[in-house]
């Protein structure tokens, strides 16, 4: 949703409002979960993410290929 929607639109921003914690009481621990929660929905998109990748190329192998050749390509044209 644009900026200027959430600023006419005063019922999304109540909505977004209720999600931010006011209360700083506890922000360390608050901090800590969150990043361990953080990482682990960061591994889990990633691990799903390599899976989608391994299903598209299995389905796809000759995108694949010509996607495989292209990376060879830039890696030996590029200069350190």
Do not use: I
């Amino acid at each position: 949703m644009a900026d200027g929607e959430q600023r006419r639109n005063p019922v999304s921003r109540a909505v977004s409002d209720a999600r931010e914690p006011r209360d700083t009481t506890g922000e360390a621990a608050d901090a800590q979960e969150s990043d361990t929660a953080r990482r682990r929905r960061r591994a889990q998109f990633l691990r799903e993410l390599h899976e989608a990748k391994q299903l598209r190329d299995r389905v796809q192998p000759r995108r694949a290929r010509a996607a495989r050749m292209r990376q060879q390509m830039r890696m030996r044209t590029f200069r350190w």
